[in-house]
């Protein structure tokens, strides 16, 4: 950009002009009025007395014009100073802009400096960068083309692998079929040896329960009540003795399992874990697995041992009512529910190998002796036979008129007692299903659907609890009551006779269980 300082000096010299021209003007001016006025006072100096008094008054006229124009000629000079002033400030206001510009200048030299420099130095990093997206782009392929080989080696390996499992599967799994065949070989030589123990008696007292077990007495009428023990809150709808044990086991509708000593009458453990309420216990023949059928349509296995929850067995679908474990093995176990459903359980496993699909809901079932066979009882009335490995329907019978309620097997197997809401007490033989027996009693009515009734161990006497808190006892060969017990203030809901004869325990709807001598 060209410098400003002449550009100044020709504003100045142009001011200065103007004002002289002005000067100029005003003295024209002056010397014109001068001029015209001139005449008059001529004509004023003769002496002619007839135009005195117009002369006079035409020179005060004048006069006094000419004081407007002296009085104009003062505002014109008041004015040139202002705008001499004004022209000042302007040229200093001036001299600063200039200075402004002359270093926005500057400042713009630098910045064209800098941004030839960062135009420099993008152009080289945009080079860089094409060379590195170009190395990038051969180094994606490159990946992509080494995933490729990673998932193919990778699913290839995992083919591998599953065929590699599946063979250990198929191993491990005729190693197990042979190991279980085995063991269900054993137990079913030890149960045949059990049943054959079973048979004898010895003075009409003793008998043999198992091979290298002890000798139990025979079963006592009993008459008084032992321990009144407050086990459960809101109801005790199951109770079970261990095997060859004084140990009873109860469940509840506060979701709790507890172990008991009938000797004292005190608590031993206390199994935690179930959702729902307990509607039916089961206990394996070596009393270490607890199995309890639940409201919350599942099953919980606990290790007695250990009091942890073992296995939860899932697949009904609504509450689960009744549970039984196989008489010679430990490892099946056999569920019925609402949902018209029997499920075959293998405990080994933890999950269901079969399922059996009824119109008629059940609400107790009990294994055979040989563990081959499944006896249930029906809402309709019916006592139905079922193959355990098939599934499939043996035989049934029209057992009661209304829902059957309990299923008890006899120790030696060959008579099944079933109880009803009919308030009679069926058994029959499990080879023929022809009734042998019925049991019934003026005031004694089945409390519930899930009302269980019992066989004492010697096969003698039936027990069953009553709406009335009452429980009835009964002879087997005198089809008549022996004995009438009572201590319960509400329902009872279940009756379990200990294995060595004594003592009968019973539950009510209070959870008050009681156990009898």
């Known amino acids: 950009m060209m410098p400003l300082a002449p550009s100044n000096m020709l504003q ?103 941004y030839s420099q960062l135009k420099t130095d993008l152009q080289e990093k945009t080079k860089a960068l094409e060379l590195v997206i170009s190395e990038n782009t051969e180094l994606k392929a490159q990946l992509e083309e080494m995933t490729i080989k990673a998932k193919n080696a990778e699913a290839e390996n995992k083919m591998l692998i599953d065929r590699w499992m599946l063979e250990k599967m198929k191993d491990a799994e005729k190693l197990n079929e042979a190991n279980a065949l085995y063991e269900e070989m054993i137990e079913r030589l030890k149960a045949s040896g059990v049943e054959q123990f079973a048979r004898l008696q010895v003075d009409g007292i003793v008998r043999r329960s198992e091979e290298g077990a002890e000798f139990f007495a025979e079963s006592t009428i009993s008459t008084v009540c032992k321990h009144r023990i407050h086990a459960h809150e809101g109801g005790c709808a199951s109770i079970l003795f261990e095997y060859n044990s004084g140990k009873l086991i109860s469940g509840g509708q506060d979701r709790s399992i507890k172990l008991w000593d009938t000797n004292t009458g005190l608590l031993s453990r206390t199994l935690y874990g179930c959702l729902g309420s307990v509607l039916d216990l089961a206990i394996t023949h070596d009393n270490r697995s607890v199995i309890a059928a639940s409201s919350s349509n599942n099953l919980f296995v606990w290790d007695v041992s250990s009091g942890r929850v073992r296995h939860t067995l899932t697949g009904h679908t609504d509450k689960v009512c009744a549970v039984d474990v196989s008489k010679i093995s430990s490892r099946h176990v056999v569920s019925a529910a609402y949902d018209r459903t029997i499920k075959v359980w293998d405990l080994q496993k933890g999950y269901c190998i079969n399922t059996i699909i009824f119109h008629s809901n059940c609400n107790a079932l009990c294994f055979s002796m040989d563990g081959l066979t499944i006896c249930s009882g029906h809402i309709d009335g019916n006592l139905r036979l079922w193959d355990i490995q098939t599934g499939k329907l043996i035989s049934e019978v029209a057992a009661h008129s209304q829902a059957v309620t309990s299923i008890s097997l006899s120790r030696n197997g060959n008579v099944v007692l079933t109880s009803g809401r009919d308030n009679l007490h069926n058994l029959f033989d499990m080879r023929s299903l022809e009734v042998c027996g019925t049991l019934r009693a003026t005031g004694n009515r089945v409390a519930s659907n899930w009302s269980r009734s019992c066989i004492s161990a010697d096969d003698n006497y039936v027990a069953a609890g009553s709406a009335d808190g009452s429980v009835y006892i009964w002879s087997i060969s005198k089809a008549d009551i022996v004995s009438t017990l009572k201590e319960h203030a509400a329902p009872v809901l279940c009756c379990t006779w200990s294995g060595l004869g004594k003592p009968l325990a019973s539950a009510d709807k209070n959870g008050i269980v009681c156990t009898w001598t």
Not at 36 to 53: E, F, N, R, V, Y
């Open 12 to 114: 100045e010299e142009i001011a200065k002009e103007a004002i002289k021209h002005a000067l100029e003007a005003l003295r024209k001016r002056h010397l014109v009025e001068e001029g015209a006025h001139t005449p008059a006072i001529i004509a004023l100096a003769k002496p002619i007395i007839s135009q005195g008094s117009e002369w006079k008054e035409k020179a005060e006229n004048l006069e006094l014009e000419l004081q407007q124009c002296y009085k104009a000629q003062s505002r014109l000079s008041d004015q040139l100073v202002v705008e001499v002033a004004e022209s000042r400030a302007l040229k200093s206001s001036l001299r600063e802009k200039e200075a402004v510009i002359i270093n926005l200048e500057n400042e713009l030299s630098k910045t064209r400096d800098e």
